[in-house]
Nanobody, 125 residues
Framework: VQLQASGGGLVQAGASLRLSCAAS????????VGWFRQAPGKEREFVAG????????LLADSVKGRFKISRDNAKRTVFLQMNSLKPDDTAVYYC???????????????????WGQGTQVTVSS
């Protein structure tokens, strides 16, 4: 599965952004998809994940109540709606696909097989 993340940008604290992860490949609808982020000098961390059918959604504690993940399998796209952005949300955001067929969503980046190129999100105070 090939993935392309988009929608990043420079915003002020409190603003919203919607990231998109567009996929190619017929197996996309059977893949769980995760969003991860990596800030300068920090390790990559899990942000959100969604199962292949969309029934299971996980969010990192740091973004609960502010971020939402959704997917449209007909359009082969996963979305990350980010509201009430904070400077701590500044990072490069990556989407990734887990080709293991299951209803499970992993928080570990080791579970994901295919990665997009990343999109920069910068939140100013």
């Amino acid at each position: 599965v090939q993935l392309q993340a988009s929608g990043g940008g420079l915003v002020q604290a409190g603003a919203s952004l919607r990231l998109s992860c567009a996929a190619s490949g017929r197996s996309f609808s059977s893949c769980a998809v995760g969003w991860f982020r990596q800030a300068p000098g920090k390790e990559r961390e899990f942000v959100a994940g969604i199962s292949s059918g969309g029934s299971v959604k996980l969010l990192a504690d740091s973004v609960k109540g502010r971020f939402k993940i959704s997917r449209d399998n007909a359009k082969r796209t996963v979305f990350l709606q980010m509201n009430s952005l904070k400077p701590d949300d500044t990072a490069v955001y990556y989407c990734a696909a887990d080709r293991t067929i299951s209803g499970y969503v992993s928080r570990s980046d080791e579970a994901y097989d295919d990665w997009g190129q990343g999109t920069q999100v910068t939140v100013s105070s």
